[in-house]
């Protein structure tokens, strides 16, 4: 029997692709990889370790209404990121005016939406240390 290994990459269909790249490469600091010559635009972004955000432009009217029926709470799905400086990226979130749940459940982690209204829970590695 087979065995998944690990998540590799998520991919986020996107409405409006520059937005979502500037996002995720200028905000959460995701350095680009190369991406194979496919006949859609889009970007690869590493997010440590082989694991990938994958973005792609989807046909104009494929996406009708919001990707999220629930906009205005962290219950959602999402994808979670780690990071070691969770107070660094709280302010980099403020001086860019992005709205985030702040430790909802008294864990250090935020959760927020990318400028397609994907859900994103970004928590402090501490989290997830033994003690």
């Not at 905000?27 to 590493?46: C, D, M, S």
């Not at 999402?78 to 749940?101: A, C, N, Y």
Request: charge should be negative; hydrophobic fraction near 35%; aromatic fraction near 12%.
């Amino acid at each position: 029997m087979t065995h998944i290994k690990l998540l590799q990459h998520f991919s986020i269909y996107c409405r409006d692709l520059e937005p979502m790249h500037d996002f995720y490469v200028n905000t959460l600091g995701l350095p680009e990889l190369p991406r194979p010559e496919f006949p859609f635009p889009g970007y690869w972004l590493e997010t440590g370790a082989g694991h990938h955000i994958h973005l792609a432009k989807v046909r104009d009217g494929h996406v009708t209404k919001s990707i999220s029926e629930n906009e205005d709470t962290y219950m959602d799905h999402h994808f979670g990121l780690l990071t070691d400086d969770l107070q660094g990226m709280k302010v980099l979130l403020r001086e860019r005016g992005i709205p985030f749940h702040d430790e909802p459940y008294g864990y250090p982690q935020i959760f927020f939406r990318d400028p397609e209204n994907n859900l994103i829970e970004i928590a402090s590695a501490e989290m997830f240390e033994e003690k």
